[in-house]
């Protein structure tokens, strides 16, 4: 089966491109935004968050959103923790509903990801998606001096993601 990672910003026509696809038939088309908030909130997510972050765990077992908020944002280091708990477990879905589109027989599965060029920015581990190098890839932040970019450095990354 045929993955295809789909990317761009709002009004680039994903919306178009997906809409065409699903007339072909036999091609799964997933929502990685909608992926995400289903993983964010499942109680194994959930508890995972809870433990990182004390205090952001409502009496129903959800998260309590600003609150979260309030504990990451603003604060690098702890939006990269929250990243590291996240990530894994959205990816790791994805590549669960890819697979059942796969056993299900579907020729083609698209995964629409809006934010999938920030692996190439912030890189990834081995295996975090198909075609993914399996030793993993720093990307160029993690490469940076510092974690610093340069603007001559810019001109190295792909033309489409220095717009963004």
């Known amino acids: 089966m045929l993955r295809i990672g789909l990317t761009g910003p709002t009004g680039s ?3 178009t491109v ?3 696809m699903r007339r072909w038939g036999g091609v799964e088309i997933l929502d990685a935004d909608t992926i995400a908030h289903e993983v964010n909130n ?3 997510c959930a508890a995972a ?3 990182a972050f004390p205090g952001t765990r409502l009496p129903d077992g959800t998260i309590d959103r600003p609150a979260l908020a309030a504990a990451v944002f603003g604060e690098p280091m702890e939006l990269k923790r929250l990243v590291g ?3 894994p477990l959205i990816l790791a879905e994805c590549e669960a509903r890819m697979d ?3 056993a299900a027989g579907c020729r083609a599965c698209v995964l629409d990801a809006p934010t999938l060029f920030e692996s190439e920015m912030f890189g990834y581990v081995g295996g975090a998606f198909t075609g993914a190098n399996p030793q ?3 990307g160029f932040f993690e490469a940076a001096d510092g974690g610093t970019i340069l603007l001559d450095e810019i001109g190295e990354i792909h033309t489409q993601i220095q717009a963004k």
Request: hydrophobic letters at 50%; a positive charge; proline letters at 5%.
């Open 100 to 102: 059942a589109a796969e």
């Open 85 to 87: 708990i996240t990530f």
């Open 49 to 51: 968050i809870a433990a």
């Open 42 to 44: 499942s109680p194994a």
């Open 136 to 138: 993993g890839k720093a």
């Open 18 to 20: 997906t809409a065409l």
């Open 13 to 15: 026509g994903k919306s």
